[in-house]
C-alpha cells in the first residue's frame, strides 16, 4: 500500500462520524453468586471434578508442609518448582514443605536467569506450585493472575500444577473475580481461566490429555 493510499483511508477515519457507545445489556448473574461461601466451595469442587481436576481440603491441625509431601507422594512428585505469588507466600508455602527429604523443591527466584529457568521447568520439574487467585463456583475454573512473581510456565510446562487455593477465594461468576482483579492496584500481565488439565482430541477424535499443559491440575484449598 502506498503512503498517500493509506493517507487518504486515515484522513477518511478521522472524518467518519463518531457513534455512541453501545450500553451493554444487563445480563443475570449466575444462582452461584448468591451462595454462602460453603456451598460456594462444595459447586467449585463439584465442577472442577467433573473435569477430572483433583482436589484436597486442608486439615488446619495438620503442618501444611507435610499435607503438601503427602499430597506430592500420592502422585508420584518429587521434583517441585514454585512461584513467590502473593497468594502462595501468605499460604506459608512452600517455605513449610522446605527441607521434607522426598522433596526437592526450587523456587522461580532462585534461577540465575530466565534461560535456566525455562530448562528446569521444561526438563526438571515434576509439578509447578503456584497460588490460585480465584477459583469460580459457576464453571470449576482456576483463576491465575501472571506477574513477574507468578511465571506461566508453572502452569503450563510440567506434567502435574499444584494450585494452593485460599477458601474465601471462591467466588460464584467469573465477572466477580474480574472485578476484583480490575480493581487491584498492579494489573496482571495475563490472566488465564482453566478448567481442569489439558485436553485435545483433535487426533482421530481420541480424548487425550497433557497435551497442550498439564495432564493432571490438584488444587489445594487451604
Known amino acids: 500500500m502506498s503512503v498517500s493510499v493509506r493517507d487518504q483511508i486515515l484522513v477518511r477515519l478521522r472524518q467518519a462520524p463518531a457513534r455512541a457507545v453501545a450500553e451493554r445489556p444487563p445480563v443475570a448473574l449466575p444462582k452461584e453468586t448468591g451462595l454462602a461461601r460453603d456451598d460456594r466451595i462444595e459447586a467449585f469442587c463439584a465442577r472442577f471434578a467433573e473435569q477430572t481436576g483433583i482436589v484436597y481440603h486442608r486439615d488446619p491441625a495438620r503442618d501444611i508442609g507435610e499435607t503438601l509431601a503427602e499430597i506430592c507422594r500420592?502422585?508420584?512428585?518429587?521434583?517441585?518448582?514454585?512461584?513467590?505469588?502473593?497468594?502462595?507466600?501468605?499460604?506459608?508455602?512452600?517455605?513449610?514443605?522446605?527441607?521434607?527429604?522426598?522433596?526437592?523443591?526450587?523456587t522461580q527466584a532462585g534461577f540465575a536467569d530466565r534461560e535456566e529457568f525455562a530448562e528446569a521447568v521444561f526438563a526438571w520439574a515434576d509439578a509447578g506450585l503456584t497460588g490460585a487467585d480465584y477459583g469460580v463456583a459457576e464453571s470449576g475454573s482456576l483463576v491465575l493472575a501472571f506477574d513477574r512473581n507468578h511465571a506461566r510456565l508453572l502452569s503450563l510446562a510440567p506434567g502435574a500444577h499444584i494450585a494452593v487455593l485460599p477458601r474465601d477465594r471462591v467466588v460464584g461468576a467469573y465477572e466477580q473475580a474480574m472485578a476484583e482483579l480490575g480493581g487491584a492496584r498492579e494489573k496482571p500481565s495475563q490472566i488465564a481461566f482453566v478448567t481442569g488439565p489439558s485436553m485435545t482430541a483433535d487426533i482421530q477424535g481420541m480424548p487425550f490429555k497433557g497435551m497442550h499443559g498439564p495432564g493432571k491440575i490438584i488444587v489445594f484449598l487451604v
Open 74 to 106: 500420592e502422585h508420584g512428585i518429587i521434583r517441585v518448582i514454585s512461584g513467590f505469588d502473593s497468594v502462595l507466600a501468605a499460604s506459608g508455602l512452600p517455605d513449610a514443605a522446605m527441607g521434607i527429604p522426598e522433596l526437592e523443591i526450587r
